[in-house]
């Protein structure tokens, strides 16, 4: 099992910035990449960002490219979402997630997920 609890979200006017934590224990070795969702209300979850452990590639939805960095801290077991350039539409609760299988822009490809955390931007 993997436990990953979130933490950095909160109230920003459009146009500033947010760090997103996720903190990672139990088998953490198992991890071979982890990722961003965000589900909107009354929207479906979708994908934000992704990291490959090994080779650090990272993975983008067309929204938030450029704006959105994923890192990594390695000692610390944390992954980061950096969140620059925040819009409205932006509004939503943060999830991140420890990779399985498949694709890394499918949900279903994860198997452990954080509570979650809002994020919200004023306009």
């Known amino acids: 099992q993997v436990q990953l609890v979130e933490s950095g979200g909160g109230l920003v006017q459009a146009g500033g910035s947010l760090r997103l934590s996720c903190a990672a224990s139990?088998?953490?070795?198992?991890?071979?990449?982890m990722g961003w969702f965000r589900r909107a209300p009354g929207k479906e979850r979708e994908f934000v960002a992704a990291r490959n452990w090994s080779g650090g590639s990272t993975y983008y939805a067309d929204s938030v490219k450029g704006r959105f960095t994923i890192s990594r801290d390695n000692a610390k077991n944390t992954v980061y979402l950096q969140m620059n350039s925040l819009k409205p539409e932006d509004t939503a609760v943060y999830y991140c997630?420890?990779?399985?299988?498949?694709?890394?822009?499918?949900?279903?490809?994860?198997?452990?997920w954080g509570q979650g955390t809002q994020v919200t931007v004023s306009s």
């Open positions: 139990g088998r953490t070795f198992s991890i071979n990449a």
């Open positions: 997630a420890a990779h399985k299988r498949g694709s890394y822009y499918s949900p279903s490809a994860y198997a452990f």
